[in-house]
């Protein structure tokens, strides 16, 4: 499967209305509680703008179910992890003329700033977690749903029944403490 796939498929899980920020709160403030798992503020801050961030956060529970089944399983998600992650881990020169080259530069260093870093740093942090939530992904849908072809209208669909399914399944072992607030 190419890297442009896997990138696309992990932005697609999280699709969600509203927005709301998230500055307001510690970095270290739970947002929610999966399983015993803390997702707080700073995990979001770190993927999201703020001013987004909170959108974010139904996927998010839904990919930490998904990395604790894989681990529950035993599964070994090498085999999904990025083979060369620096593809997605260097920035954009600076005069990039491709437009997604300069979203991605706009973006890291938007978060880098917030966040005190230097935009490499950042990006290459960013890249890393990326690379880890998509392997988890890859590898429980694969495990789950036979035949798994990324960028199958059906099976996406499947794919997403199945972490709609997941959530459900772990309802009571999830505690959202902070829900977005619609505009």
């Not at 961030?53 to 996927?59: F, R």
């Not at 979203?103 to 977690?129: G, T």
């Amino acid at each position: 499967m190419t890297s442009f796939f896997r990138y696309i498929l992990f932005l697609l899980i999280f699709l969600l209305s509203g927005c709301s920020g998230i500055s307001k709160y510690d970095d270290h403030e739970p947002a929610a509680i999966v399983k015993g798992q803390e997702i707080t503020i700073g995990d979001l801050r770190f993927l999201y703008p703020d001013e987004t961030a909170l959108d974010y956060l139904d996927g998010t529970i839904k990919l930490e179910l998904v990395k604790q089944k894989v681990q529950e399983m035993g599964l070994d998600i090498t085999e999904n992890l990025e083979t060369d992650p620096d593809w997605f881990a260097e920035l954009p020169p600076k005069n990039t003329e491709n437009e997604g080259g300069k979203q991605i530069r706009n973006f890291a260093e938007s978060q880098a700033k917030k966040l005190h870093m230097d935009p490499e740093e950042y990006q290459k942090e960013y890249a890393r977690r990326i690379n880890d939530l998509n392997a988890n992904l890859i590898t429980f849908l694969e495990e789950k749903l036979d035949g798994y072809q990324f960028g199958d209208e059906k099976m996406n669909e499947e794919a997403n029944q199945l972490l709609e399914e997941l959530a459900k399944e772990n309802k009571e072992e999830i505690k959202v403490l902070i829900k977005p607030t619609v505009r």
